[in-house]
C-alpha cells in the first residue's frame, strides 16, 4: 500500500521489487493477494503483475437489529421435520484439550475448512491452529459454536462465530455441511 499522495512516484514499483526479491530469496513458489472487491483499479493493478482470481469474496453484513428470523421458520421447521436439531458446545469445557466432544469439533471444522473454495488443495490445518481461528483459548464462545445433527446424531453442519472484543460485531468465521448432508437429501424448501 502506499499513502495516495505519495502515489506515481515509483514507491509501489520499488515496493513490488523488493517483496518479488524477498519472496524469491525465501524459495516461494507463488504469491496471493487480497484485493478489495469494489475497487477496480486494485483489480487492475494485481491483474497487471499476473495475478488471477483464486477465490471471490465480499463483504456481507447482517445487521441484527433489522433481521426478521421468521422469514427463515419454513426452513427450520423442514430441517426439523427431517429429524434435524440444532445444538452449541455449552456444557463442553473449550479448555480441556482431551475432551471427546471438543476434539470431535476441532476435527469436524478442520475437516470442513479445506473443503472451503479459499482452502480446497491446502493441507489440513492442525487442530492448534483450529483452536486459534476460534479464539478458544482467550474468547471461547461455545455458545457460538452450533451445530446441526442428524436424527442418528450425525453431525451434519457447523456455524462458529467469533467475536472481537474491540469491536461491536460477531464474525461467522465458517458455516459449512459435511459432504455427504450437502443436496437432496437434507434440502429444506
Do not use: K
Request: proline share 8%.
Amino acid at each position: 500500500m502506499v499513502h495516495p499522495d505519495a502515489r506515481r512516484q515509483g514507491h509501489g514499483s520499488a515496493l513490488w521489487q523488493d517483496l518479488l526479491t524477498a519472496a524469491r530469496h525465501a524459495g516461494a513458489r507463488g504469491l496471493h493477494t487480497d484485493v478489495p472487491d469494489p475497487d477496480p483499479a486494485d483489480r487492475d493493478w494485481a491483474a497487471r503483475r499476473g495475478f488471477t482470481v483464486h477465490a471471490h469474496r465480499f463483504a456481507s453484513q447482517l445487521d441484527l437489529t433489522r433481521f426478521d428470523p421468521a422469514a427463515f421458520e419454513p426452513q427450520r421447521q423442514a430441517a426439523q421435520a427431517q429429524g434435524v436439531t440444532f445444538t452449541d458446545l455449552r456444557g463442553t469445557d473449550l479448555n480441556s484439550a482431551d475432551e471427546a466432544t471438543l476434539d470431535r469439533y476441532l476435527n469436524f471444522v478442520a475437516d470442513r475448512l479445506i473443503e472451503t473454495p479459499d482452502l480446497a488443495g491446502h493441507p489440513r490445518w492442525p487442530l492448534s491452529q483450529v483452536r486459534e481461528i476460534l479464539r478458544l483459548d482467550h474468547d471461547p464462545r461455545p455458545d457460538w459454536l452450533v451445530l446441526a445433527v442428524g436424527p442418528d446424531g450425525e453431525w451434519l453442519g457447523t456455524t462458529a462465530m467469533i467475536r472481537f472484543r474491540s469491536l461491536p460485531f460477531a464474525y461467522n468465521e465458517l458455516t459449512a455441511l459435511h459432504p455427504q448432508a450437502r443436496g437432496a437429501a437434507w434440502r429444506c424448501p
